[in-house]
């Protein structure tokens, strides 16, 4: 059975950096193309970053520069290192399997002073 387990969340202050994680197992990880999204109360879940097979990578507007998202085949595990952290990326953030369309449990981030 398909199954991610996140991990990274938690209180950050303002221009710090926090790393996710997020271990895929029940699917063939190297072959599915992952990401992240991110929902902040009273909003829309909003892609945040995506990684394909072959590594290409897509990032909201919102987050380029600042984020980048990384896989480890070996490792089944999807990242997203996080630096430069504004009061704004506060939200909980989802792992996702395109294929599958599976979400992961969700991780809290919260950047405030």
Do not use: H
């Not at 991990?7 to 997020?22: A, D």
């Not at 902040?40 to 970053?49: H, N, S, T, Y």
């Not at 490792?75 to 506060?90: A, H």
């Amino acid at each position: 059975q398909l199954q991610l387990v996140e991990s990274g969340g938690g209180l950050v202050q303002p221009g710090g950096s926090l790393r996710l994680s997020c271990v895929a197992s029940g699917i063939t990880f190297s072959i599915n193309t992952m990401g992240w999204y991110r929902q902040a109360p009273g909003k829309q879940r909003e892609l945040v970053a995506k990684i394909a097979p072959g590594g290409s990578t897509n990032y909201a507007d919102s987050v380029k520069g600042r984020f980048t998202i990384s896989r480890d085949n070996a490792k089944n595990t999807v990242y997203l290192q996080m630096n430069s952290l504004k009061p704004e990326d506060t939200a909980v953030y989802y792992c996702y399997v395109w294929f599958t369309k599976y979400w992961g449990q969700g991780t809290q981030v919260t950047v405030s002073s």
